[in-house]
């Protein structure tokens, strides 16, 4: 079984920073993507950045520009960090691997993490 554990989520005023973390853990063999997706209340979840195995990113246009993400394949991390915050960034943040390899299975499970809240006060 795998499982994504969130951290560095919580308050703080616009215009400020702050840095998420999400390890995988369990029997990977490889995971295609790594990302973060956002939902705020009353909207859909959507993407805020992502980062494939071999390095290429892809971000949502409202944080192109603030927000940075990396990954360490070696240890199944993934981070963002989120400058230049701004109230309209509120909303819950959850780790998502996606096509993940484990033994025993093809590759093509995605996970997702329990989800880290972020809020950014005006």
């Known amino acids: 079984q795998v499982q994504l554990v969130e951290s560095g989520g919580g308050l703080v005023q616009a215009g400020g920073s702050l840095r998420l973390s999400c390890a995988a853990s369990g029997s990977i063999i490889s995971i295609n993507a790594m990302g973060w997706y956002r939902q705020a209340p009353g909207k859909q979840r959507e993407l805020v950045a992502a980062i494939r195995s071999g390095g290429r990113t892809n971000y949502g246009d409202s944080v192109k520009g603030r927000f940075t993400i990396s990954r360490d394949n070696s240890k199944n991390t993934v981070s963002l960090q989120m400058n230049s915050l701004k109230p309209e960034d509120t909303a819950v943040y959850y780790c998502?691997?996606?096509?993940?390899?484990?033994?025993?299975?093809?590759?093509?499970?995605?996970?997702w993490g329990q989800g880290t809240q972020v809020t950014v006060s005006s």
């Open positions: 998502n691997a996606e096509s993940v390899w484990t033994p025993g299975l093809p590759p093509g499970h995605d996970y």
